[in-house]
């Protein structure tokens, strides 16, 4: 007899991981504008948005120039025109390697849920599915970046691992190249708006540009970004007759020295951080790879697999400021 080919309509076993792995693309697209301000903000600025050099499959390669020429520049006296001057031989050019991490989740398909999905409860399964997947690496990548700890093959580097005078970024000693320092405040006290003043003006006198993103923390009833709305609020709103009208009054966004303020709900108690986004990198694909789903052994379950490598990286760490300590 022929094979017997059935309603495709319901017979969804072929196709049910198929469309959740869709599912997890389609909404992969929105994962940088709902996770970091930094990851946000270096994406919305469309420059240094997977532009880094990816060597050896395993790390993220960013070029760094650290040091002037061998033989400075140098005023030449008239009598010495015909003098050959020391020629330079190449000093000073290294580079800030970032491990590309390898995250991985899961997704499986019991028994009991495809019978579910065959039996009108296909749409809401698979976006269950798929918001699942999408939420847990989202989440962890958004933990891992605010962190302030190390890149490895398994995490990707905290920004605020960058934010010290004392570590290695990139695999560049901070203590040993001082140029490689961010610039530090800690037990900074009560707060005030010369507190970032001070640390714009240093990141400024880098002659780098001006830092552009400053995130406030907000942690129990430590609220950074509070206390710069407070500070700012009286000069920068006016109140007008509203003709009856309700008053439309409090700041929602915030621009500070022509740098935008965002609220950091991942910070530590009395944490402001400068940043300059143009000194940021990320490695971060369009989607995850979604691989074709297996049986489980000894089960009538299938598992499937998303794969994702990414990195999070500096080029110029003292173009970057951490305050912390602030009461």
């Keep these: 007899p022929m094979?017997?080919?059935?309603?495709?309509?319901?017979?969804?076993?072929?196709?049910?991981?198929?469309?959740?792995?869709?599912?997890?693309?389609?909404?992969?697209?929105?994962i940088w504008t709902e996770n970091l301000p930094l990851l946000t903000a270096i994406e919305e600025a469309g420059t240094n948005f997977n532009?880094?050099?990816?060597?050896?499959?395993?790390?993220?390669q960013i070029p760094v120039a650290g040091d002037r020429l061998t033989t400075p520049t140098a005023g030449v006296a008239d009598a010495n025109e015909l003098t050959p001057d020391t020629l330079s031989v190449t000093n000073g050019f290294s580079?800030?390697?970032?491990?590309?991490?390898?995250?991985?989740?899961?997704?499986?398909?019991?028994?009991?849920e495809q019978f579910i999905a065959e039996n009108g409860g296909l749409g809401n399964f698979l976006q269950g599915k798929a918001e699942q997947v999408v939420s847990d690496i989202r989440q962890q990548w958004e933990d891992d970046a605010a962190t302030s700890t190390v890149d490895s093959r398994t995490k990707i580097m905290?920004?605020?691992?960058?934010?010290s005078t004392s570590n290695s970024p990139g695999g560049i000693s901070q203590a040993t190249d001082?140029?490689?320092q961010a610039h530090v405040k800690t037990s900074a006290g009560t707060f005030g708006l010369n507190l970032i003043d001070d640390q714009v003006d240093a990141i400024t006198a880098e002659g780098k540009g001006m830092p552009d993103l400053i995130l406030a923390g907000i942690s129990g009833s430590s609220n950074m970004f509070g206390k710069i709305r407070t500070a700012i609020g009286p000069t920068a709103e006016r109140l007008v007759n509203p003709?009856?009208?309700?008053?439309?009054y409090g700041l929602t966004g915030i621009q500070y020295l022509g740098a935008l303020v965002a609220l950091d709900n991942k910070a530590a108690t009395g944490e402001i951080n400068v940043l300059s986004t143009k000194s940021w990198y990320v490695h971060l694909p369009k989607k995850p790879v979604a691989h074709e789903p297996v049986m489980i052994p000894g089960t009538d379950a299938r598992t499937q697999a998303f794969t994702l490598f990414t990195s999070l990286g500096t080029s110029d760490p003292s173009r970057n400021a951490g305050i912390t300590g602030i009461t």
């Design 3 to 30: 094979a017997f080919t059935g309603n495709s309509n319901i017979s969804v076993t072929a196709y049910t991981a198929f469309a959740v792995a869709k599912a997890v693309s389609g909404a992969w697209s929105t």
């Design 51 to 60: 532009t880094a050099e990816i060597k050896g499959g395993t790390v993220m």
């Design 95 to 112: 580079g800030a390697s970032y491990y590309i991490a390898h995250y991985r989740a899961h997704t499986n398909y019991r028994a009991s």
């Design 158 to 163: 905290g920004y605020r691992y960058a934010l």
């Design 178 to 180: 001082t140029q490689w």
């Design 243 to 248: 003709n009856g009208k309700p008053v439309k």
